[in-house]
């Protein structure tokens, strides 16, 4: 294993071709981090990359174990290390409630939202406890439907929750070994999926009606996940939750 690099922490982000985890590849690659960008699609993630020279493109299914070891055997093999895994990958999932959702669909969710997290942050743990210095962070991106759900959106909430109990069981298991975890919940950042759901043009609410939410660049919510990694490891912080203002969340329903 080559040593840790003497500039820039290292990263893994997945979901680096849009949105959320867009964002934070570009803001951590911004600060001086050397940052792996996964997902499914190469030709986004290498929009996301800009040919930066520090940012390192592998194209990920995180359902596929294989793929996710061979993701992390890439950042090792680039820096030496992993210092952050941001857990970013997901879907939202068919708008069904439990007697209407297929189990087809109910196991493509959480194939992708819980089963493809615990593979990554498996990965990075083994990673972590292996390195020297041991030790490192691990982001989960959960949701603000880790806390209420959305009408119809039984898949997506479920495995939200779960996120919930991945992020304390890693922190709790991992504290002899310098890794920390926590999670970020966020509500109607500008991304593509609140165009899924109509956040700008009606989003459907708990009595049936549909409302226009207010949304926030999504900017700002990588500017938390970067706050959240650039704590330095005496730090655990275990939650945030990051809303736009005014959103139907507080008394939702």
Not at 59 to 69: A, K, Y
Not at 207 to 231: I, K, N
């Amino acid at each position: 294993m080559n040593n840790p690099t003497p500039t820039g922490r290292v990263a893994v982000v997945t979901g680096a071709g849009s949105g959320i985890g867009r964002e934070v590849a570009r803001q951590m690659l911004a600060a001086g981090y050397r940052v792996a960008l996964a997902g499914r699609r190469e030709a986004q993630l290498k929009e996301t990359s800009d040919n930066h020279p520090e940012a390192l493109v592998v194209p990920c299914d995180v359902t596929r174990p294989d793929d996710v070891e061979r993701l992390f055997e890439a950042a090792r093999q680039r820096w030496g290390r992993v210092d952050v895994l941001f857990n970013n990958a997901g879907v939202f999932g068919p708008a069904a409630s439990v007697d209407e959702i297929s189990v087809d669909d109910w196991n493509s969710t959480l194939a992708v939202n819980l089963t493809g997290s615990m593979l990554c942050a498996a990965a990075a743990v083994r990673t972590m406890k292996a390195q020297e210095p041991q030790g490192g962070r691990i982001i989960n991106n959960g949701s603000i439907s880790a806390h209420s759900p959305r009408p119809r959106t039984v898949a997506y909430t479920v495995t939200k929750h779960a996120m919930t109990g991945l992020t304390k069981s890693i922190e709790l298991d991992c504290r002899g070994y310098g890794i920390t975890c926590g999670q970020i919940d966020i509500g109607n950042t500008a991304t593509e999926i609140m165009d899924t759901i109509g956040v700008g043009s009606g989003a459907l609410q708990a009595d049936g009606s549909r409302r226009v939410e207010p949304m926030f660049p999504v900017a700002d919510a990588a500017r938390a996940v970067l706050m959240m990694a650039d704590m330095p490891p005496t730090a655990s912080v275990g939650s945030v939750v990051v809303t736009a203002a005014g959103m139907p969340f507080v008394g939702r329903g």
